[in-house]
């Protein structure tokens, strides 16, 4: 890698200087007078610019990812091959600036392919999420058998070998918490959007709609530190303690309730956009007939805003289900199969990071687990996702 | 249609006063939509507000049943009585009174249910019918007088939504008289229809006649002598002209109404 | 049957009690939302805002020649040798001294009373003497840092109950401390250490600091700034203005809003795949943590810039068209500069989304323990690639800590945090009101 350093530098150079050349150049092939060019002296400049840098940064990504499958490092041919590249380009640029080169058209095609390379890191994203967990988990499968992995029912990972490494435990966590979570903020969320775009005046609307702006600018540790702090010991000593139901200030309660206002400005504002959505002349139609503004919402808007919400609803789970840090601060390390909200229990989550943040070997199937685990998670809220905003949008073309 | 218009008002003349406003002003924030209107209304009545766009016509129908309350800038003094009563008097419940006054828009608005439970909503939430039996029955007299009943009677359980424009504006039309009102608004109920759905709506304004006094704001003047018995004309916020409809179309007062029948404000 | 208007009847009283019922409902949401975040903002703030003071104790020491230049010849490489437990000495004789001083008697010995400076102090002294050998053999007032449970107790953390069943302290100690402050040798004071020094080990809280975490975030922050952006609106101006609306464009589409949507852990698996396992860049560094929430943040970028470009008007696109321009010129040159401060404001604020984000920096090795400033570029480690921590990633390793003066400093850091995240969206905001426009 660092060897190709040295001659992407000096191929910098040669498109700034080949600018500057080609600039003086149609200048020349112009006789001084511009008129006579059909593209620009700073077409031509950037044309060759481009000539010259372009080819080679794309041969250097090549050469990377050919050095790293191969293993070997990249040596002085590719730095040649590199910097013939450029030269090349440079070169014929400069000798196609004749008075008639449609220089700007070659200058935008350059850039078009530079934009369209832009948009493919999205999709090269999800290939390298995807092939990077396909990978390992494959690795993963290969050392511990797959039906224990799906149906065990125990997590105990041994790091002398010989784990137990069900998903099931851990999945049951995640889904607990994500359901105390959505329970308390789908209804808040629900109905404070409701409040505010049906019924709060404008003094009460600049100062509710900001607040709960804020919460969703917050970042997630800084719920899980709240959650570690404040809620845990809150929720042990006034609740579970006196009723008997736990000592642990991690909880399942502690998490989901705390990611319960994470989510509420994420509920409340998907919400408020779908009752938006919901056209005026359908509650003029209802406060015409004399619905009290109540009837209204729950009998005419709510129902038409119905698709639009259980998606919001969905995609809300998604989140929960892919949160990190407040579960990893507020949710306990101990797999368990428990009803009791007040128990510390684990989520899939938190065993990626704690599987991978370990001083272990990195081929054991203890850290290779991770992989699957990520794999399953990003399976579950892509199709989540996926769904959800399928039925988003099949909602608001509705009333495009 | 001429010569029944004559017959009509002879016949409405002899009909009580249904609502009565007196210095009715609107403002909406800063602008004033409305300036000062007397206007009584005849029962068992068709009356027809016409005017340019933007004449407050529309603003003046939403007063009658307190549509104006659900815009939050929208300011409304004067007074208008309902059978005497005044609307905006702090013991009447904006509910209450809507139930009485019923509209009808612009745009056919159906909700997003059964054409059942389209017709069927009002009655429900008023508490109109004691089973469902009486449901029913309700249902299917507003339909048929709203002449939907025919074309929906075998597809009652289907959206209201699939409805053609002119049946979803009469599924609309037999929604309000479902609740079983005594005065039926109607803000332009005709101005998203092809002209043969509107012909059906409008022949049914002239039955609903019977029942209920009804206003309606419209942008036809044919529309409006058409339908209508009595005809107030609305420009700039200022009520100019109100008058039987012949009068108005054959011999107005006001240069302003002259002008505007004539195609030359508008 | 005439009903009159001005009576309600029973069925809408009762009609009317469920919509005030309902109304209060909707008012209690968001009396409810609005008093998590009042008691989430105070738990972090009384926890934290102490974080900002510290106890120092002022004492004179006499840097003795025997002591810390054995050799005599003041040179740096020859002294350094004296290690920070030679420095030790020198700190308790000066605090007894200074008991004695003040006419203090005392039951502690001579180890507790040293006990309640700092450990971290020795290397304070040490690092001054080490910079300035002309201080050897004179007695200079150094202000050290206390205790951490000195610290506790000026803070209201330790008090005597709590001090009486702790092995690092004790009653006496607190009472001593007390007796000094009464005098005016330990003072509380604003705590600059805490923004500029690195991280301490789990013994010495009162030393910790968020300079090596601010420094790495800084450094993420570039990386993401000066690889999301330009990427960000290079695809947001294909896929809005160029992309013809095919199959594959609807993938690409489809594919950024639910990138946007994957959780934040699962790039951190991509990271530790890719960027540390496959292409062998250096574990915890500022690089690997930039390249994973550049591609974190890409999707918020793309999809504020799309909005951004959509809401330029197509008749100043024709426009440019229309006198001969390119398209690729209408776009830069005019619909682009007109979308500028959208763009912008979109992207302060998926730059302060990658700056709270925690959860994949744990896993691309940013929870190490680093106490070296990391520098932007060595030869060996190349450009961002030394080993670094980042400021929320701080506040997780400090609540894995068990002292709970780590406590104090977590919520500290997480003020910290939260005001960098208040400046960028107030610029955000700002940005928004001074350029907004309407067509």
Known sequence: MQSLTTPLLLIFALAVIGYFLAKSRALKVAGGDVRALVSLPNQHALNTALSTAVPPAAAVLLFALYARLSEGEPNWLFSLVILGLGVTGCALSLIGIKTETRARTYAERWILGLLIFASSIAIMTTVGIVFSMLFETFNFFGQYDWRDFFFSLTWSPNFRGDSDLGIIPLLWGTLYVSFIALLFAVPIGLFAAIYLSEYAGPRLRSVAKPAIEVLAGIPTIVYGLFALITVGPLLRDYFAEPMGFGQSASSVMTAGLVMGIMLIPFVSSLSDDIINAVPQAMRDGSLGLGATPSETIRQVVIPAALPGIVGAVLLAASRAIGETMIVVLGAGAAARLSLNPFEAMTTVTVKIVSQLTGDTDFASPETLVAFALGLTLFVITLGLNVFALYIVRKYREQYE | MEDLTHVDRAMSTAQDIKISAKGVQVHYGDNHAIKDVNVEIDDKTVTAFIGPSGCGKSTFLRCINRMNDTIDVARVTGDIRIDGEDIYDPKVDPVQLRAKVGMVFQKPNPFPKSIYDNVAYGPKIHGLARNKADLDEIVEKSLRKAALWNEAKDRLASPGTGLSGGQQQRLCIARAIATAPEVLLMDEPCSALDPIATAQVEELIDELRQSFSVVIVTHSMQQAARVSQKTAFFHLGNLVEYDDTDKIFTNPQDPRTESYISGRIG | ?439
């Open chain 3, 1 to 439: 049957m005439k009903t009159s208007l001005l009576a309600s009847d029973a069925r809408t009283k009762k009609r009317n009690a469920a919509e005030a019922r309902f109304k209060a409902y909707g008012l209690s949401a968001i009396v409810v939302a609005m008093l998590a975040l009042a008691i989430l903002l105070t738990s972090v703030l009384t926890n934290g805002l102490s974080s900002f003071q510290q106890t120092f104790i002022s004492l004179p020491i006499e840097l003795a020649e025997e002591r810390v230049d054995k050799q005599g010849n003041r040179d740096p490489a020859e002294m350094a040798r004296t290690t920070t437990i030679g420095y030790a000495p020198l700190l308790r004789a000066a605090i007894v001294a200074e008991v004695e001083r003040q006419g203090l008697t005392t039951e502690l010995s001579d180890k507790d009373l040293g006990d309640m400076i700092s450990k971290e102090a020795a290397a304070t002294v040490r690092n001054r003497v080490l910079a300035n050998p002309d201080l050897v053999g004179e007695t200079i007032t150094f202000d050290l840092l206390a205790a951490g449970r000195i610290d506790g107790y000026f803070k209201g953390r330790v008090t005597l109950e709590t001090a009486a069943l702790d092995g690092n302290t004790s009653p006496e100690a607190l009472m001593v401390a007390q007796a000094l402050a009464d005098a005016g040798v330990i003072e509380t004071k604003f705590n600059w250490n805490f923004f500029t020094a690195p991280d301490a080990s789990v013994q010495r809280p009162e030393a910790a600091g968020l300079g090596v975490a601010i420094l790495g975030s800084l450094y993420m922050m570039l990386v993401v700034l000066f690889l999301a952006l330009p990427i960000g609106v290079a695809s947001s101006i294909y896929l809005e203005e160029f992309a013809p609306k095919n199959r594959i464009t609807d993938i690409i589409e489809v594919n950024i809003s639910n990138l946007a949507a994957v959780p934040s852990i699962v790039y951190g698996i991509l990271g530790l795949a890719i960027f540390i396992n496959f292409m062998e860049f250096n574990q915890s560094s500022p690089l690997v943590g930039g390249l994973v929430l550049t591609l974190m943040t890409l999707p918020t970028i793309i999809i504020s810039t799309r909005a951004a470009l959509k809401s330029v008007p197509p008749s100043i696109r024709d426009a440019a068209l229309g006198v001969g321009a390119s398209k690729m010129q209408s776009v830069f040159h005019h619909v682009l500069p007109l979308a500028a401060p959208g763009i912008l404001t979109g992207t302060i604020i998926g730059l302060a989304q990658a700056l709270g984000e925690t959860a994949p920096l744990l896993l691309i090795g940013m929870v190490a323990f680093v106490r070296e400033y990391p520098a932007a570029y060595t030869p060996e480690a190349g450009l961002f690639g030394e080993a670094s921590t980042a400021l929320p990633v701080q506040v997780y390793n400090w609540t894995q800590r068990s002292d709970p003066a780590f406590v104090e400093r977590a919520s500290g850091a997480i003020i910290t945090l939260l005001v960098f995240l208040l400046i960028m969206n107030a610029v955000a905001i700002y940005l928004r009101r001074r350029f907004e426009r309407r067509w």
